[in-house]
């Protein structure tokens, strides 16, 4: 069974960087389109970025666009999230999931993690 967990979140300035990750468990990644997810207090899930499962084709929130880098290493069974210029807007709790079939930032992805805290603050 396939097991995601995100690492990476944490408190940062303005303007500074963090890198999500998302590793994977149970099965390889191989076969699997990513999506990255987040939701603020109050405020519905939303779609941020996905990646096809061979890399090959990525999609971005308008929010994050030119901001937000998605990649991923198979071998590595993990996926990525470099997100630089950080806004206080980007504060949220973000997820990574995991799908077969679907791809996109609206997508019903099969798999989820757990969720990792993304705060940024002066």
């Known amino acids: 069974q396939l097991q995601l967990v995100e690492s990476g979140g944490g408190l940062v300035q303005p303007g500074g960087s963090l890198r999500l990750s998302c590793a994977a468990s149970?099965?390889?990644?191989?076969?699997?389109?990513i999506g990255w997810f987040r939701q603020a207090p109050g405020k519905e899930r939303e779609g941020v970025s996905c990646?096809?499962?061979?890399?090959?084709?990525?999609k971005y929130a308008d929010s994050v666009k030119g901001r937000f880098t998605i990649s991923r290493d198979n071998a590595k069974n993990t996926v990525y999230l470099q997100m630089n210029s950080l806004k206080p807007e980007d504060t949220a709790i973000y997820y990574c999931?995991?799908?077969?079939?679907?791809?996109?930032?609206?997508?019903?992805?099969?798999?989820w993690g757990q969720g990792t805290q993304v705060t940024v603050s002066s």
């Open positions: 999931a995991a799908s077969k079939l679907y791809y996109g930032l609206n997508s019903p992805y099969d798999s």
């Open positions: 149970g099965v390889t990644l191989d076969d699997y389109h």
């Open positions: 990646i096809t499962y061979n890399g090959i084709n990525t």
